[in-house]
């Protein structure tokens, strides 16, 4: 199994961008895929959740209503939108996957770092 995430860059306060995991070795649409996020010097965090027939999602506070996640499962691909992004989204930013809500992430991609400048 892989996840291949990317995307990531340096962007201004208030910018966008959208990072892109794609998976292969694993029935892509049965999974769980999430997106973490771990800053300098900081414990990894989880910023958002879909599950495979993207009928639900989750947000943490601190992104709700900035970032959307979605998934193409004809493509093995899920994304990370973040709109409006601050200063404190800088961080290394991983995709999982993970067969239900119910139990741990068993795959993870190498990160990709998004730094936000002021």
């Known amino acids: 199994v892989q996840l291949q995430a990317c995307g990531g860059g340096l962007v201004q306060a208030g910018g966008s961008l959208r990072l892109s995991c794609v998976a292969s070795?694993?029935?892509?649409?049965?999974?769980?895929m999430g997106w973490y996020r771990q800053a300098p010097g900081k414990e990894r965090d989880i910023v958002a959740t879909?599950?495979?027939?993207?009928?639900?999602?989750y947000y943490a506070d601190s992104v709700k209503g900035r970032f959307i996640i979605s998934r193409e499962n004809a493509e093995n691909t899920v994304y990370l939108q973040m709109n409006s992004l601050k200063p404190e989204d800088t961080a290394v930013y991983y995709c999982?996957?993970?067969?239900?809500?119910?139990?741990?992430?068993?795959?993870w991609g190498q990160g990709t770092l998004v730094t936000v400048s002021s």
């Open positions: 999982a996957a993970k067969q239900t809500y119910y139990t741990d992430y068993a795959f």
């Open positions: 879909i599950s495979g027939s993207r009928s639900s999602t």
């Open positions: 070795g694993l029935p892509f649409s049965s999974y769980v």
